[in-house]
């Protein structure tokens, strides 16, 4: 079983020094997080309607298949789902 993990986003002083932020610097990381979310929402759209089942976590979601590691790194391939935008990992089936 082949497992996607898709960053969302984390705590706001992962992304910015909260004590010294200027305001610019929030309206940078808005934009950023808007575009982040969008294309998070792409992902999703593609691996939903290719089978993948999903659950929430914290900070990201994560998706399950049963296909062999190289098989969703082709899928992800022909998806145009970049390797630097998820996390892919095969569990070992007990």
């Given at each position: 079983?082949?497992?996607?993990?898709?960053?969302?986003?984390?705590?706001?002083?992962?992304?910015?020094?909260?004590?010294?932020?200027?305001?610019?610097?929030?309206?940078?990381?808005?934009?950023?997080?808007?575009?982040?979310?969008?294309?998070?929402?792409?992902?999703?759209?593609?691996?939903?309607?290719?089978?993948?089942?999903?659950?929430?976590?914290?900070?990201?979601?994560?998706?399950?298949?049963?296909?062999?590691?190289?098989?969703?790194?082709?899928?992800?391939?022909?998806?145009g789902i970049k390797e630097d935008e998820i996390y892919l990992l095969e569990e070992e089936e007990e």
């Open positions: 079983m082949a497992e996607i993990s898709l960053y969302l986003f984390g705590k706001p002083e992962w992304e910015l020094d909260l004590d010294k932020a200027e305001p610019e610097e929030f309206r940078r990381f808005a934009d950023s997080l808007r575009e982040r979310l969008y294309r998070a929402a792409e992902i999703i759209e593609k691996l939903d309607k290719n089978g993948w089942e999903r659950s929430g976590a914290l900070y990201d979601i994560c998706f399950y298949k049963k296909v062999k590691r190289e098989d969703a790194e082709r899928e992800l391939k022909e998806l």
